[in-house]
Nanobody
């Protein structure tokens, strides 16, 4: 079965950095679009970064220039480097993969940014 396992979350002070990782199994990783979403407390889940099979990336304005998504197809892993974190980045971060109608989610990892 498909598994997405996130790691790298935690507590960080404002201005700090974290690197999230998501290890995938059960899919042909190299052909799937990989993404990171987040869900702040009391809010809806939102896209924060996406990378296609060809390496094209997409970010919302709220994280552009601070977050960087990358993928290592040899390791079936997607990463997200998060810099200049602020308290508004506090959320549960979810790894996502999609291909056509297929979509899978990880269990989420908590990121908390203290002021």
């Amino acid at each position: 079965q498909v598994q997405l396992v996130e790691s790298g979350g935690g507590l960080v002070q404002a201005g700090g950095s974290l690197r999230l990782s998501c290890a995938a199994s059960g899919i042909n990783f190299s052909i799937f679009t990989m993404g990171w979403y987040r869900q702040p407390p009391g809010k809806q889940r939102e896209l924060v970064a996406e990378i296609t099979r060809g390496g094209s990336t997409n970010y919302p304005d709220s994280v552009k220039g601070r977050f960087t998504i990358s993928r290592d197809n040899a390791k079936n892993t997607v990463y997200m480097q998060m810099n200049s974190l602020n308290p508004e980045d506090t959320a549960v971060y979810y790894c996502n993969t999609r291909l056509g109608p297929l979509r899978y989610w990880g269990q989420g990892t908590q990121v908390t940014v203290s002021s």
